[in-house]
């Protein structure tokens, strides 16, 4: 028989109890912050704002900076650096009131374009130019793309009818249905019109 008697195991000191929760609750902490850190990158907590991140697309060009550009290749303050001018009714405004807010770039397509009128023996031929408030990528685009832009643009002036070309109103529709069409072929090719306006630089019915 064995002298031997099986002793309670000494409970554990209450200090190194203390030490390993001490320890131990920096690391919890750590990873629960951790994967708390990676719920918010995935659900946008931690996005950054819209006018930090960069964006491949246009942005809108405000007259300050078109003005900053002219005055800088004038090599002085431009004409007009400082607001003012005429409105919409040819009367004087006052500096800094009236007029777009944003800056008008325009770009005038080369060549002209002569089309058939609708179920008519006559024909037209127009010179147009584009206007943009963005910034340098809408007209660079337009450059790119002239190509499939002088395309569609025929194809929109062969849907003018002979009623159209004789009034003003008409005009105005061609004007609308042009930038509608050459705005579809730059969303198609990169994803963003940007032509606000088509103006005629020549009209000629035939």
């Known amino acids: 028989?064995?002298?031997?008697?099986?002793?309670?195991?000494?409970?554990?000191?209450?200090?190194?109890?203390?030490?390993?929760?001490?320890?131990?609750?920096?690391?919890?902490?750590?990873?629960?912050?951790?994967?708390?850190?990676?719920?918010?990158?995935?659900?946008?907590?931690?996005?950054?704002?819209?006018?930090?991140?960069?964006?491949?697309?246009?942005?809108?060009?405000p007259k300050s900076e078109e003005k900053r550009a002219a005055a800088k290749a004038e090599g002085?303050?431009?004409?007009?650096?400082?607001?003012?001018?005429?409105?919409?009714?040819?009367?004087?405004?006052?500096?800094?009131?009236?007029g777009d807010k944003y800056a008008s770039s325009y770009y005038p397509l080369e060549k002209e374009f002569t089309s058939n009128l609708q179920d008519s023996v006559h024909f037209?031929?127009?010179?147009?130019?584009?206007?943009?408030?963005?910034?340098?990528?809408?007209?660079?685009?337009?450059?790119?793309?002239?190509?499939?832009?002088?395309?569609?643009?025929?194809m929109a002036l062969g849907e003018t009818s002979e009623d159209e070309v004789f009034t003003a109103e008409g005009k105005r529709h061609i004007q609308e249905r042009l930038a509608k069409a050459i705005n579809g072929v730059l969303k198609e090719k990169e994803g963003f019109g940007g032509v606000s306006n088509v103006y005629f630089t020549n009209f000629i019915v035939q």
Do not use: C
Request: no cysteine; net charge neutral; glycine share 18%.
């Open 1 to 61: 028989m064995s002298d031997k008697t099986d002793t309670p195991a000494a409970p554990p000191k209450k200090g190194k109890s203390k030490l390993l929760i001490l320890l131990g609750l920096p690391i919890v902490l750590l990873g629960t912050g951790g994967g708390a850190a990676v719920y918010g990158m995935q659900a946008g907590w931690f996005s950054v704002k819209p006018e930090e991140a960069e964006s491949n697309e246009p942005r809108l060009l």
């Open 76 to 98: 002085g303050e431009g004409h007009g650096a400082e607001g003012g001018g005429e409105g919409s009714h040819g009367k004087p405004t006052p500096k800094g009131e009236g």
């Open 124 to 154: 037209i031929q127009v010179g147009i130019a584009v206007s943009t408030p963005y910034d340098g990528r809408v007209l660079e685009n337009i450059k790119t793309h002239e190509i499939a832009i002088r395309s569609q643009v025929l």
